[in-house]
């Protein structure tokens, strides 16, 4: 679960890293409050709040000198779309800004603290230049980059301290406090990624000028005050719709719906849709329980996707039982009125069943043998 960025400085201030001072507005009223209150010189940096990095670059933060300057560029930017390389063309609208205290900068820093897969450890990733894309940089310049693999069995060291603050070159006594808040924000409020960036010096100290947190959402059943802080405006409608049937579903950017019942099935689903030439535009994950409405659920989300052209549906019945699967299909496809192909591929847990549902329901499925059988299907049918 994404967190704005004025949430994400809430954290970091519960656990002892420096942020500046700042304040929330969700439209213009609240905006001339808290410059009434917080800003009576009208100098602040508006910075607007959705799930995005590269805002700045989006005309997403602006400085402001005086009252009505403030004001003029707040309402510039409620109700504006910003579009960075992680929204995608489509962009994100803006509908809250964080009004902060401006901060003079000597120096930006890169840091943050992740789960490497490849080492199964938490690990700190820093760097002396912040403020710019970290992964363009670690491919121009990949000795800017430290990867410092934290050992589960210790945890944070002073040798782990030591190495962090001498390659961003900053005070080991100072930057202590900053990673041991970090690493135990972490694993308190079970964090998959906090970033801080730029982590700067300003008038010789550390402070977080910006942050950004991401929170485990299968461990929200043990931070249930955390729940409130996702802002359903900027998710995926469809993944929630997903999510409320507990399956989960990604968009992508393909021309091929993918419902199949197991993530290893669906990668493997979705290679072979790139192996012969295809795109996924989506994936559902159904899970392995099942039933009619679930069924029916999945193929509603995966085919309102404005993109796709046709749908896979691949299942191999284990726990799940295909033939309701079967049934879910025919009662979306008959309700929805969908007209365009879908291929099949059921094997397992009572799929002679299934099949029988699909071949009378004499509705025009296109049945597969295998994974290989229904993309090669699929793709003729798209090349028709």
Do not use: W
Not at 181 to 206: Q, R, W
């Amino acid at each position: 679960m994404n967190l704005h960025e004025y949430q994400a400085k809430q954290f970091l201030k519960k656990y002892g890293i420096p942020v500046p001072t700042g304040y929330l507005a969700n439209d213009l009223k609240e905006t001339e409050t808290v410059l009434n209150e917080h800003f009576p010189n009208g100098k602040a940096v508006l910075k607007a709040q959705i799930h995005s990095g590269g805002r700045g670059k989006a005309g997403g933060v602006l400085i402001s000198q005086n009252r009505e300057d403030a004001l003029e560029k707040a309402r510039s930017l409620f109700g504006k779309t910003l579009v960075t390389k992680q929204t995608g063309p489509k962009g994100k609208v803006v509908r809250k800004i964080y009004l902060e205290t401006p901060s003079s900068v000597e120096k930006e820093m890169y840091l943050s603290l992740l789960i490497d897969t490849n080492t199964a450890k938490h690990t700190f990733i820093a760097c002396k230049d912040g403020g710019t894309s970290i992964e363009e940089l670690a491919e121009s310049h990949p000795e800017a980059i430290l990867n410092c693999a934290i050992e589960p069995s210790t945890g944070l060291t002073e040798k782990d301290i030591e190495e962090i603050a001498t390659h961003l070159d900053v005070d080991e006594n100072e930057l202590r406090p900053i990673l041991e808040g970090l690493y135990e924000m972490f694993l308190k409020e079970d964090c998959t990624l906090i970033e801080i960036n730029p982590l700067a010096v300003s008038g010789g100290k550390l402070i977080a000028l910006d942050g950004k947190v991401t929170l485990d959402s299968d461990a929200l059943f043990r931070h249930k005050e955390n729940i409130e802080l996702q802002d359903l405006e900027e998710e995926d409608p469809l993944e929630l719709e997903a999510s409320e049937f507990g399956m989960n579903y990604v968009s992508l950017d393909g021309e091929i719906g993918c419902i199949c019942n197991g993530a290893g099935l669906g990668m493997s689903t979705m290679d072979t849709i790139f192996h012969y030439g295809g795109k996924p535009a989506n994936f559902m994950d159904t899970g392995g329980t099942i039933t009619v409405e679930k069924a029916y659920r999945a193929f509603k989300v995966v085919s309102e996707s404005e993109n796709v052209k046709g749908v896979i549906v691949n299942i191999f019945g284990g726990i799940a039982r295909t033939d309701l699967i079967a049934e879910g299909l025919v009662k979306a496809i008959r309700e929805l009125n969908y007209q365009r192909p879908v291929v099949v591929r059921m094997e397992g847990n009572r799929a002679d069943v299934a099949m029988e549902t699909l071949k009378e329901s004499h509705i025009p499925f296109i049945l597969a043998e295998n994974c290989s059988d229904a993309v090669q299907k699929m793709m003729k049918e798209l090349n028709k």
